[in-house]
């Protein structure tokens, strides 16, 4: 119900990431001498699009409007249920561990988007300076085989090698750093963490490829002015890089962003919301609600929650990254 | 503007729409009407005992992964009656719990391993097997091995009322214990009191040796186990019991409820648990176990077997001591639940293989053998021979015991459908890192039982 959703949204988004039309110039087909044209080639556009409406609508508007309904009773999924009104909403805003639930996903930008974005432009501009070399053909293959990797299997190596056992902890004590050895994901303080980190590996190959397709698009010529101007590498990237990467930025960040708050299979894998819900997350939650507490009500109307605030999240962020120049 | 103008009208229109929709679905809301329930029964008379007949039957069963038992017993039908075939769907006991209305309402199946069944009694998706219980006469076996299928009217209280459920055998918890470790220590025999498992554990502690090795991690709060034992041994099975079958009233926030706890948390600060206890998970446990980390473990007899194979001879078994030296035992008791579903369209045919695998000689063989716990059936029917000092003899024998004292209980894990995920998980978890008191760990776990129950 959730993921169904939450593909809605990023559908919406990969598609308004893609250059507008919008700003073309009116076409002439329009010249009152040919109605009859016009209009089968009105119907003809709408036949094409029409087996993709169909799905669209049997697949993604029919359960978000199902959820929408859901969330307005009481009800066990199977049994009758009661009409009940906004109460599953008010319940998302008052219940302290379903708010809690909004907050985890928060944190998580924090490693989803921030440390992917901000690592991927460092790498995808190292990547770039050797760009002609074997080891960057390697860089990239590294880098992206997370994406590749079901992400199942990343969640239970990741658990492994978190564990009081792991590599993780055997890398710390190996440095000395018995001190800090701890099972990562069994631990309140370090679980939300332990598991933004699994994210952030997981994305980090994302916003990388996607950020060196931009930059194979810049023109070096720009690259060579800067240089014969006296600028260093870092100047180059302040000025040329980063204004050009605009847009590839909004994408990194927008996808990464739904990911955070749309988060369910990482968190499914490595903690299952535990220990003590420190790790439970709105996906998480609605799943639990929808088919342990067999509460459909509140966890339709908590994936309305979640639906509306990925939208308030991501759409200023599209708004802010638009190219404005054209 | 124009354009800006017809496309405010046409969202105008879609939200008239779709509010319109919402409007006219709203007197009948999602889901079904609860008229469902009086079609239950079963046809059953007393008189005659139903049978699987002569012509070729296919039965459709949905059992759990991981429990050998259920092929065991379906082969060995086959063998007696080759008319019955069987197409089995398997799947995790956690996929089976999130499934079963579901598979109940759309798909249902002759024979189905069940999880906790109140609420799917409440929306009518088991047959009443009371008839069955008349005619095959399960309701002359001890009282005590059917109470926790037995349901009032719309699911509650359950351990009263019609039979909606069977159990394929039942199983006992307690202490699994490492000879090799005990020898090391000094402990030659269980301990029969709960100061003697203490002392024991503190020596094991002195001795480098982890007292107890338990499962906390993920969706499983594992400590829900000796929770329940300390309850157990500081005070009687029975409010317990009343606590998990929803009667009116019940609570599981009572003076030694909290004492319990309170020990529990006195473990916990002794160090007695691993370090990492929240992050293991069950298997984790089990391989802990048996590679020889750790003394005790609170665990059931379905591993009996497994560790009569794993580590033979050098694992024992003991029922939890009781506080006092003279005070009673009590232990989690369940059988393995299988029902009927209300639409099934071969319910006699289960009915008798039910029938089948608590009377029939040797489908009482494999629930030992294969199962490792008790079978159902009358008090003096049939029962296998046991290797002399294995784990599985001393578990049956624990069986019997608890009998005597009539100290079974079901798990307090089961009291709602979502009390253990969602309560005792999370507060012992919790109660581990330090961030819950036991007071308030029962006031939290009774307030969320009281919401459940309510809805």
């Not at chain 2, 503007?1 to 879609?14: D, P, T």
């Not at chain 2, 494999?366 to 059936?377: F, K, L, N, R, T």
Request: charged fraction near 15%.
């Amino acid at each position: 119900m959730a993921r169904a959703l939450l593909d809605d949204v990023i559908d919406v988004y990969e598609a308004r990431s893609e250059p507008r039309t919008e700003a073309l110039p009116p076409t002439t087909a329009r010249s009152p001498a040919r109605p009859a044209g016009l209009r089968t080639s009105f119907w003809v556009g709408w036949l094409f699009v029409a087996p993709a409406l169909l799905f669209y609508g049997l697949f993604v508007l029919r359960p978000l409007l199902y959820t929408f309904w859901y969330s307005l009773y009481r009800w066990d999924g199977i049994g009758p249920s009661t009409w009940v009104g906004l109460q599953n909403y008010s319940k998302v805003f008052t219940d302290p561990d379903l708010l809690k639930t909004i907050v985890h996903a928060f944190e998580l930008i924090a490693f989803f988007s921030a440390i992917p974005v901000l690592l991927g432009l460092a790498l995808a501009s190292t990547i770039r300076q050797i760009a002609t070399s074997r080891l960057a053909l390697a860089a990239r293959t590294v880098v992206f085989l997370p994406q590749v990797i079901p992400l199942v299997a990343a969640g239970i190596a990741w658990s492994w090698m978190l564990s009081s056992t792991g590599v993780v902890n055997q890398v710390l004590s190996h440095i000395g750093l018995d001190g800090i050895t701890r099972a990562w994901l069994g631990d309140f303080s370090t679980a939300l963490p332990a598991v933004g980190v699994i994210g952030a590996w997981v994305l980090l190959g994302l916003c990388t490829l996607l950020l060196l397709a931009g930059i194979s698009k810049i023109d070096p010529a720009l690259y060579e002015a800067a240089r014969l101007d006296g600028a260093g590498p870092f100047r180059e990237f302040v000025h040329i890089t980063m204004p050009s990467l605009r847009q590839e930025i909004g994408v990194c960040v927008t996808v990464t962003v739904i990911a955070a708050l749309a988060s369910f299979d990482i968190v499914y894998i490595s903690s299952q919301g535990g220990p003590g819900n420190a790790t439970m997350v709105p996906g998480l939650e609605i799943y639990y609600q929808a088919f342990s507490e067999r509460q459909v009500g509140v966890a339709s109307a908590l994936a309305v929650v979640l639906m509306v605030l990925v939208l308030a999240c991501v759409l200023p962020i599209q708004w802010l990254t638009r190219d404005r120049d054209r | 503007m124009l354009g800006r103008v017809r496309a405010r009208w046409r969202i105008g229109a879609l939200a008239a729409i779709v509010l319109g929709a919402f409007a006219a679905a709203g007197c009948g809301g999602p889901g079904g009407s609860a008229s469902t329930t009086a079609a239950t029964t079963s046809k059953a008379t007393a008189s005659a005992a139903p049978t699987c007949g002569k012509g070729p039957v296919t039965m459709k069963g949905y059992f759990e992964t991981g429990f050998p038992i259920t092929k065991a017993l379906t082969s060995e039908f086959t063998k007696q009656y080759p008319n019955v075939k069987w197409d089995i769907r398997e799947d995790q006991f956690a996929v089976i719990t999130q499934n079963a209305p579901r598979v109940l309402a759309d798909d249902p199946p002759d024979l189905m391993r069940l999880p906790q069944v109140s609420e799917l009694v409440k929306d009518g998706l088991l047959k009443n097997l009371d008839a069955y219980a008349k005619a095959f006469g399960w309701d002359k076996w001890p009282a005590s091995q059917l109470q926790q299928m037995r349901l009032g009217p719309g699911g509650r209280p359950r351990g009263e009322g019609s039979l909606y459920a069977m159990g394929l055998n039942f199983s006992m918890t307690g202490v699994f214990y490492n000879k090799k470790l005990a020898a090391k220590i000094g402990m030659t025999s269980p301990p029969t009191t709960l100061a003697e498992l203490d002392d024991a554990m503190a020596k094991a502690k002195r001795a480098g040796i982890l007292p107890i090795q338990q499962f906390n991690g993920g969706a499983t709060g594992g400590l829900a186990f000796p929770l329940q034992d300390l309850m157990a041994s500081y005070g009687s099975p029975a409010p317990i019991n009343d606590w998990i079958f929803q009667k009116d009233g019940a609570s599981i926030d009572t003076p030694t409820n909290v004492k319990a706890t309170q020990h529990l948390q006195q473990w916990i600060k002794a160090g007695y648990f691993a370090k990492d206890v929240n992050a293991v998970e069950y298997a984790k446990m089990m391989s802990r176990f048996i590679a020889g980390q750790g003394l005790f473990m609170f665990n059931g007899d379905w591993e009996s077997g497994n560790l009569d194979k794993k580590m033979p001879g050098k694992a024992g078994f003991f029922l939890m001591p009781p506080a006092d030296a003279d005070g009673k035992q009590a232990a989690m008791s369940a059988p393995l639940t299988f029902g009927i579903a209300a639409k099934a369209p071969h319910a006699d045919c289960a009915a008798f293989f039910l029938n089948w695998v608590a009377t029939n000689p040797k489908a009482r063989d494999i629930a030992v053998q294969v199962g490792g716990s008790h079978p159902m059936g009358p008090a003096d029917a049939h029962m296998p021979p046991v290797k002399e000092g294995s784990v599985t003899a001393s578990t049956l024998e624990a069986g019997s015991k608890i009998g005597e004292d009539n100290g079974a209980m079901d798990f307090i894990a089961n009291a709602t459908g979502a009390i253990y995920a969602k309560s005792w998980t999370p507060q012992l978890q919790k109660l581990v890192a330090g961030q819950q008191s036991p007071d308030a760990l029962l006031k939290s776990v009774q307030s969320d039982y009281e919401n459940q129950v309510k809805s």
